[in-house]
């Protein structure tokens, strides 16, 4: 499950559901259920017909959301480790838009997707691209991806590093970027959790460590 909230203390909670599909609920501060559009206070189902996982969310000001979320299959079977990261928008008058695929790259995993979002409706989608099965996380690749409420591109797909994984983001009012991801260092279990910046209208700047314990 993920949850996130605005400053006017409206929730949303997603989370994973039964047959293979993932869904929200919206609160008040006070757990009071919210409606959607339709005037339902029911959890709405925002991924398509194939199986979802790991879902994500962000809510602004005006009461837009944005979704994301990965798809996966794998010999036939559901699986999280396979499939498309995919973003969906919601806004409070009009409901839920059509979803918005994220990964440009498409071999293998595209994994994890994780959302932020402005008070102007832009959002930043970065998730794990998994490149090479065989190479085990030395080619895995943590990407990002922006686009405005209406699902236009406004930021195209940006390799950060590579042997990563788990990233998540953050953007303010003015668009100022975070991206955070945990990076493989050694040997198996071993990692250390990097960030990269990117001002407003800027480019991603030099890649900083995190922790300061290695051990």
């Not at 199986?51 to 798809?71: E, G, K, M, W």
């Not at 480790?81 to 695929?101: H, K, L, N, Q, V």
């Not at 975070?178 to 959790?193: A, L, N, P, S, T």
């Amino acid at each position: 499950p993920a949850v996130a909230m605005n400053d006017l203390g409206h929730i949303v909670v997603v989370y994973q559901a039964p047959g293979g599909v993932v869904a929200a609920r919206q609160y008040d501060r006070e757990g009071n259920l919210r409606a959607w559009s339709d005037g339902s206070t029911a959890a709405k189902v925002f991924s398509g017909g194939e199986n979802a996982f790991h879902p994500d969310v962000a809510i602004n000001h005006a009461d837009q959301i944005v979704f994301a979320y990965n798809t996966g299959t794998s010999g036939g079977l559901p699986s999280a480790e396979d499939g498309e990261s995919f973003a969906r928008t919601y806004d409070p008058t009009t409901g839920f838009a059509s979803r918005i695929p994220v990964n440009v790259a498409t071999s293998r995993a595209q994994r994890y997707p994780r959302v932020a979002l402005s008070d102007n409706g832009d959002f930043y989608v970065t998730y794990a691209s998994v490149e090479d099965y065989s190479a085990a996380a030395s080619s895995n690749y943590i990407r990002v991806r922006g686009f405005n409420f209406a699902g236009s591109e406004i930021l195209a797909e940006t390799a950060l590093t590579t042997s990563s994984d788990g990233p998540d983001i953050a953007v303010d009012r003015d668009g100022n970027l975070w991206v955070v991801w945990e990076q493989q260092v050694g040997g198996v279990g071993q990692y250390d959790v990097y960030l990269s910046r990117r001002p407003a209208g800027g480019s991603f700047g030099a890649i900083a460590a995190v922790n300061t314990t290695t051990s």
